[in-house]
C-alpha cells in the first residue's frame, strides 16, 4: 500500500518565529533576575520555560505515530491541475488538530484535522505542464499545535503518479477530409443503399447492418458485415504520418488529442496511427482512454 509511518526517525522539531522570540524574552528575564537576584522572577522564568518543553512534547505527539497513506488519482489533459487524494490514519486516542499538507506548486496548504482512531481523506491539487506520467511531488506535513511555540514537521514522497493526456489543441481544427466521415453521401453510388462487399463482424457494428443471407450461403457460424459504396459512416484513421510537418512533436500530440475527443463527441468509431504502435478501429469511452493514454505515453 506504501503506508509512511511517522516516528522518532522521521519527524523533526525546531522553535518556530514565535518561539525563538519566546526564548529570547525567557533569556531576558533570566538575565534580569539574576542582576536583581529576584526570586518571583527565577520562579516565573522558570514556569515559562517548562510552559515551553511541555508544549514541545504535545506539538511532538500532535504528529508522531501518524500513518500516510496514498490515494488515488484521476487523469488530466496537461495545463490542468491534477487532483489526488491522501489518507490520513490516526491510530491513537488522541485528536490530531491543526495538520497541514503542501506540496510544490500550491498557493496554500492544506488545513485539517484528524478525530481520534479515525482516517482523514485530503484532497491536494498541483499544476502539471507537460504529458506524460507525472510522479507526485514530495509533501511537506507539518504542525504548530498547540502553542505556536514550536514547529513539527516531516516530509513524504507518496507512491503513485497522476497520467498527464496531451493539451487539446484550441481552437479545434477540423477533422482531415481524407478521414472526415464517409456516409454523407460522398460514394459513388446511393450511399447504405448500395452493398459493395461483406467484411468479418467486429465490435461494434450494427445488428441491422449484418449479412444473414451471406452466412447462411457460407455455411459458417462467423458473421459478416455489409458493407456500402457511402462507406461506413463514422470510421476514422487519424495518423501521425499525416499531420503537417510544420507541427512539432507536442503540436502534434494535441491535435490528435483534439480529433480523439471530436470523434467520441460524434460518436464515431475510428483508428490511431502513432510511430511504433496502433489502435485498432473501434469505438465508445473504453476507446477514448485508450487512444489517449496511448498519445499520453508515446515515445517520439
Request: with cysteine; charged share 20%; glycine share 10%.
Amino acid at each position: 500500500m506504501g503506508d509512511f509511518r511517522l516516528t522518532q526517525r522521521n519527524v523533526y522539531v525546531l522553535p518556530s518565529r514565535p518561539g525563538l522570540l519566546y526564548a529570547a524574552i525567557l533569556l531576558a528575564m533570566l538575565i534580569g533576575s539574576i542582576n536583581y537576584a529576584l526570586s518571583l522572577g527565577f520562579m516565573l522564568t522558570f514556569l515559562l520555560g517548562a510552559v515551553a518543553v511541555v508544549a514541545m512534547l504535545h506539538t511532538f505527539r500532535n504528529l508522531a505515530t501518524l500513518v500516510l497513506r496514498p490515494g488515488k488519482a484521476e487523469a488530466v489533459f496537461a495545463g490542468q491541475p491534477a487532483e489526488f487524494s491522501l489518507l490520513l490514519i490516526n491510530t491513537g486516542r488522541n485528536e490530531r488538530f491543526a495538520l497541514r499538507l503542501l506540496a510544490p506548486g500550491m498557493a496554500q496548504p492544506e488545513v485539517v484535522d484528524v478525530a481520534a482512531s479515525a482516517e482523514q481523506l485530503v484532497r491536494v491539487a498541483v499544476p502539471t505542464r507537460r504529458r506524460g506520467l507525472m510522479p507526485v511531488p514530495r509533501i511537506r506535513l507539518w504542525s504548530e499545535f498547540p502553542l505556536g511555540l514550536w514547529r513539527v514537521w516531516t516530509y513524504w514522497q507518496p507512491a503513485m503518479s497522476v497520467l498527464v493526456y496531451p493539451s487539446p489543441e484550441t481552437p479545434a481544427v477540423p477533422l482531415p477530409p481524407a478521414t472526415t466521415l464517409a456516409g454523407d453521401g460522398k460514394g459513388s453510388g446511393g450511399g447504405e443503399d448500395d452493398v459493395a462487399a461483406v467484411r468479418p463482424y467486429r465490435p461494434g457494428d450494427s445488428p441491422r447492418r449484418i449479412a444473414w443471407r451471406a452466412v447462411a450461403r457460407s455455411g459458417s457460424d462467423e458473421l459478416l458485415t455489409k458493407q456500402f459504396e457511402g462507406g461506413e459512416r463514422g470510421e476514422l484513421w487519424l495518423d501521425w504520418q499525416q499531420l503537417p510537418t510544420h507541427l512539432d512533436v507536442e503540436a502534434r500530440f494535441s491535435r490528435l488529442a483534439r480529433w480523439v475527443i471530436d470523434a467520441d463527441a460524434r460518436g464515431a468509431r475510428g483508428a490511431l496511427r502513432l510511430p511504433g504502435q496502433s489502435i485498432e478501429l473501434d469505438g465508445g469511452g473504453a476507446h477514448r482512454q485508450r487512444c489517449l493514454e496511448a498519445l499520453a505515453l508515446a515515445e517520439v
